[in-house]
């Protein structure tokens, strides 16, 4: 080994490990902190992106001396790798799906480098096939947000089959976490597997209804707020998940943001070459196109709306998080607040509402009677008539592993102090649970839209199939979520049937704009949001899901199969008016499942 080649290597470990300390600082960080901590986030982040170019442009520059001193593929590798976790990293901070492209460049170099493979000696050094695990976990991850099927596909073969290989080589270690993480990988892509008609992001070319922009464009409320920031999270028993993703939150992610051009993922391919020079794969090549302080935003979409993605939080979590986004929410924007759990420790209250006969008509009286006292009004308990009506500490969402303990509880007085800003509340929970926040609020009236108390298909065997709501899904993918509920399968029709539905959905969703941005009785609180895409297209899809499920449920139970929004939208777009009832008959029809829906039924109720 020649003198400069040993200096190399020794600068190279320096700066390895300095880039590796600033690293450490930078994943320690919270990640939804507030503006201080964001601040701080953002100065370690150029730090150790400043520390990883000066590593990566070394490595470059003297790999002929490196590779005698005896480097290895799997140190540049993992030098990627974390450099792909920096990139992720700074996804979930700021949302922004450029930072997302970024990491799987990466680790698509990695992988079509082969970085941890090759050598026998790396197949049976235990640390090297772990970074190797470490690398597929994230990469799938990357490519399931990005909705890279085929690459995810690949991914999971080549996963399961390296933990074999694994179990078999190092038979003394116990590799049951990682077979653990390829069942739920195995698990989150079954469940999605064939309903994605469409990107579940918002993409112009199938969310853009040109006959109804102009009358968007031209709608104007007192008040209008800007959609910036959300939160969102669930935490269910034995829910579909990978990593630290459920799929309810994955779905509702998926809803707020931006769909990225196609040339935009085109940009930012992996260079094939270096200096005209073929790539030798038999070396410890880096060559990856390194550009950390290129401009990668889209210029053809906007930014992402910033989104706290919390895991199994605890309530204090939520809590803390919620005020901090209220704290710093910039004026005249609202926050969206995504809550999917489970009520009264995780048994919903249906059976309550069965056997109370009629009990469900009281909680929605409930809920009218009760804006007449006023937003400072409300007392924990109150008597009517000699019956004890439901308090802000009743009902509660469950966030917590087992027992009952009231520290795991989320009460709707919670989340009352945080009304003093403008919230879109999403709950999809088996339990009626913020009904009472309506008129209870500290300053700015929730908009609420509250899942039904039980899910409805056709097939009763679907209910428990653990598949993730129905009500999320009607949320983020209604097509899909339609098929779902009267047993249709994307196997079982032809691409053009399927075209042909989201065609009369998108030409529903034209009409239902028209109309509400032409209302003159649409409260406020639901017209100074309209002119948000991402909310719109929610509200839409809740008007597509309570007509949907008005048709399709027995008239009998309806109350506990429909979901409710407060305050209420117009009535020209309740499920009895024509423009909507009309849409469901055509889809129905188109699919050959009318005899499934009660068309001919009266619908009796408020919507």
């Known amino acids: 080994m020649s003198e400069n080649a040993d200096l190399a290597l020794q600068t190279f470990h320096a700066l390895v490990e ?9 994943r320690d960080v919270p ?89 026998e000696a790396n197949a049976k050094d235990l640390g090297v096939r772990s970074k190797e695990l470490r690398f597929y976990a994230r990469f799938l991850l990357v490519s399931v947000i990005l909705n890279r099927t085929e690459m995810v596909n690949h991914l999971v073969d080549r996963f399961g089959a390296l933990v074999e290989d694994c179990k078999s080589t190092f038979r003394e270690t116990n590799f049951k ?28 070319t199938f969310d853009t209804h040109r006959a109804s922009l102009p009358c968007v464009a031209r709608f104007h409320a007192k008040r209008v707020l800007k ?39 085109q940009k930012h391919t992996v260079k094939p070459k270096e200096n005209g020079d073929t790539i030798d794969h038999s070396g410890a090549s880096g060559i990856i196109d390194m550009n950390l302080t290129a401009d990668m935003t889209d210029p053809t979409i906007p930014p992402n709306p910033r989104k706290a993605t919390l895991y199994r939080p605890s309530v204090t979590h939520v809590i803390a998080v919620m005020a901090t986004i ?20 995780g048994l919903n209250n249906v059976s309550q509402v069965d056997n109370s006969g009629g009990s469900s008509k009281y909680l929605r009286h409930k809920v009218l009677s009760q804006t007449s006292h006023g937003q400072n009004s409300g007392p924990s308990e109150t008597q009517n008539n000699g019956k004890r009506e439901l308090s802000y500490y009743d009902n509660y969402l469950w966030f917590g592993p087992k027992g009952n303990s009231g520290s795991n509880n989320l009460y709707p007085g919670d989340l009352i102090p945080f009304t003093r800003k403008p919230l879109f509340l ?43 709501s129905q009500f999320t899904f009607f949320l983020t993918a209604p097509l899909s979520a339609f098929c779902q509920m009267i047993g249709l399968f994307p196997n079982e029709a032809d691409t053009d049937v399927y075209n ?55 008239p009998e139970e309806s109350e ?39 068309f001919t039924e009266t619908r009796i109720g408020r919507y």
Not at 239 to 253: G, H, I, N, P, S
Not at 331 to 344: F, H
Not at 510 to 516: K, N, S
Not at 564 to 592: G, I, N, W, Y
Request: contains cysteine; aromatic residues 14%; neutral net charge.
């Open 326 to 345: 209220c704290e710093e929410l910039p004026p005249d924007s609202v926050v969206l607040v995504y809550l999917s759990a489970s009520g009264k420790a």
């Open 177 to 204: 976490e990682w077979k653990q993480v390829v069942q739920e990988i195995n698990r989150f892509t079954k469940v999605d597997k064939g309903f994605s008609f469409r990107p579940m992001r918002y993409c112009a």
């Open 31 to 119: 990640a939804h902190g507030g503006a201080g901590q964001q601040q701080q986030q953002q100065h370690a982040f150029q730090k150790v992106f400043k520390a990883y170019t000066r590593l990566w442009k070394y490595q470059q520059e003297n790999r002929a001396k490196l590779v005698e001193c005896g480097l290895k593929r799997w140190e540049i590798g993992e030098i990627a790798s974390r450099i792909g976790q920096l990139y992720f990293g700074q996804y979930i901070r700021t949302s922004q799906c450029r930072f997302l492209v970024e990491a799987y460049v990466f680790y698509e170099a990695i992988l079509s480098r082969r970085y941890f493979q090759g050598s």
């Open 18 to 26: 300095s880039a590796d300390r600033k690293f450490g600082r930078v």
């Open 500 to 554: 042909e539905a989201e065609n009369i959905i998108d030409n529903a969703f034209t009409e239902w704009e028209i109309i509400l941005c032409s209302s003159t009785t649409m409260d406020l609180v639901w017209a100074q949001v309209i002119s948000d895409p991402f909310l719109r297209r929610l509200i839409l899809r809740f008007i597509f899901c309570r007509s949907v499920i008005s048709f399709f449920c027995p």
């Open 560 to 598: 506990q199969y429909l979901p409710v929004c407060l305050p209420h939208l117009p009535t020209s777009v309740a499920p009895t008016s024509e423009a909507v009832r009309s849409a469901v008959v055509q889809l129905a029809m188109h699919f050959d499942v009318a005899d499934s829906f009660h």
């Open 426 to 468: 999403i709950i999809d929970s088996l339990d009626r649970f913020t009904h009472v926040l309506h008129g209870a609020e500290r300053g700015e009236t929730a908009a609420l839209f509250l899942s039904p108390l039980r899910p409805i298909f056709k097939n009763s065997s679907d209910v428990n199939s653990n598949n993730g």
């Open 227 to 265: 959609f910036q920031d959300a939160l969102l999270t669930s935490y269910h028993r034995n829910e579909v998940k990978f990593a630290e993703l459920t799929l309810d939150v994955y779905r509702m992610l998926q809803c707020l943001e931006w769909e990225p051009s196609g040339t935009f993922y």
